[in-house]
């Protein structure tokens, strides 16, 4: 087994919180419950830092082996038992939960600590357990470890020599100065009580295929992209939970994968949380089209990308870690659908209703989207510390109108 080491800057920001990555479906036709339990002991074999621990070394964090705990296991649970509560010092990092459902359905829920993993190599082990068990139940050979099995370098660690130092402050201080002049809304909360509960609030919004199509056929037809088009979205759905008919400025916190910005990438299979955020921020009124405001979302994004701006974010970190980070932005967004989740199933197995998200750490909505086969889904998470279940689903309704109009009329004002 390897050593440990600390925590990187951006793994400690996540350890501190302890938030998970949060996958799951509904699993019709028949399932032999021991053999998946079967396949999540194996879930180590591939990945030996599942039966390592985050524990507490000072003020950090520390990366370390623990020979003597079990692997992780599979965990019979019970329909109202919460799924995405934070991880501590010390827990496995990855909790495997199935649930016995009233028609005879099972819901699998797969919570894996964000510290270790982001939301593409989480689909890709959800994708690895559901080819083992398939393996296991059918007798097909099952899926071989890669070689190089030891825990991998942090994202944040190995883009920090492209920065030096003195650069990383001159722009985190033009950053401050940008945030300070322009301050972006934030969506009214109410916290639910002092001790609220851990997690979010679901709510996904499913697009059939045909809606799917059309909403990447618009993009392309107004020279945007889809993550564009899907965030000027959000933003308009997140302007009707505002007063007022003035035009208000909005942030988004977009998601930024960083395995193509290291020699050699980083495979999707190899667990650790390689993402960084990018901010785009424009004002959004009420009768605006999606496709104008896409159109802007592009340019910054396209901006931030030749600037290398989710790199710098990262490198970043590692300065701000004793001071206070309040997140800037009034939601954010994660494009999972840029790894489309393919599970190997058995005849006669289906599964529905996947979802798939991590829990927002402040006061700040979140929107992740993934895609099964041909579809897209997007899934909001709003945080149960911040925002009862009335504004979360007012917030789901929005989102959900706003993402037909722009389907079915992109040109048509909300």
């Not at 479906?25 to 599942?50: E, K, Q, Y």
């Not at 940008?178 to 919004?205: F, K, M, N, Y």
């Not at 988004?252 to 980083?266: F, M, N, Q």
Request: charged share 15%.
């Amino acid at each position: 087994m390897q050593p440990g080491r600390p925590l990187s800057a951006v793994e400690e920001f996540v350890a501190r919180t302890g938030t998970p990555v949060v996958l799951g479906a509904t699993v019709h036709g028949p399932l032999d419950i021991d053999a998946l339990a079967r396949a999540v002991r194996r879930l180590s074999d591939w990945h030996p830092v599942l039966t390592y621990r985050i524990t507490r070394q000072g003020h950090r964090h520390r990366l370390s082996p623990a020979p003597h705990q079990p692997p992780p296991r599979l965990r019979q649970t019970t329909p109202h038992e919460p799924f995405d509560a934070p991880f501590a010092p010390g827990d496995p990092l990855l909790h495997a939960g199935l649930t016995r459902q009233p028609d005879g359905t099972h819901r699998l829920v797969l919570a894996i600590h964000h510290a270790i993993s982001d939301g593409v190599s989480a689909l890709s082990l959800t994708s690895l357990l559901w080819q083992t068990y398939t393996a296991l139940v059918t007798g097909a050979p099952e899926p071989t470890p890669p070689p190089d099995l030891a825990p991998h370098p942090a994202t944040d660690d190995l883009l920090a020599h492209r920065h030096p130092p003195l650069k990383v402050a001159a722009w985190l201080t033009g950053q401050a100065l940008d945030l300070a002049v322009h301050r972006s809304a934030r969506l009214p909360g109410h916290r639910p009580g002092p001790s609220p509960e851990p997690g979010a609030h679901l709510h996904t919004t499913e697009l059939t295929t045909a809606q799917a199509h059309r909403l990447y056929r618009t993009a392309r037809q107004h020279n945007t992209t889809s993550t564009a088009l899907l965030s000027a979205i959000i933003l308009l759905a997140a302007r009707t939970q505002l007063p007022s008919h003035r035009p208000r400025r909005l942030s988004l916190g977009v998601t930024i994968g960083l395995r193509p910005c290291l020699t050699p990438p980083i495979p999707a299979h190899r667990l650790l949380t390689a993402t960084s955020f990018v901010p785009v921020a424009t004002e959004v009124g009420t009768n605006d089209a999606p496709t104008e405001l896409a159109s802007r979302i592009d340019r910054q994004l396209a901006t931030a990308r030749d600037t290398a701006h989710a790199e710098r974010q990262a490198v970043a970190l590692r300065y701000l870690l004793h001071a206070p980070t309040p997140i800037p932005f009034t939601m954010m967004l994660t494009n999972m659908a840029t790894h489309r989740f393919r599970p190997t199933l058995p005849p006669g197995t289906r599964l529905t209703a996947t979802f798939g998200y991590a829990p927002p750490p402040g006061p700040v909505p979140a929107v992740f989207i993934t895609r099964v086969h041909h579809t897209l889904a997007l899934h909001l998470a709003t945080p149960r510390a911040w925002f009862d279940a009335r504004q979360a689903a007012s917030l789901a309704q929005a989102l959900s109108h706003q993402l037909v109009t722009a389907v079915d009329d992109p040109q048509a004002s909300p």
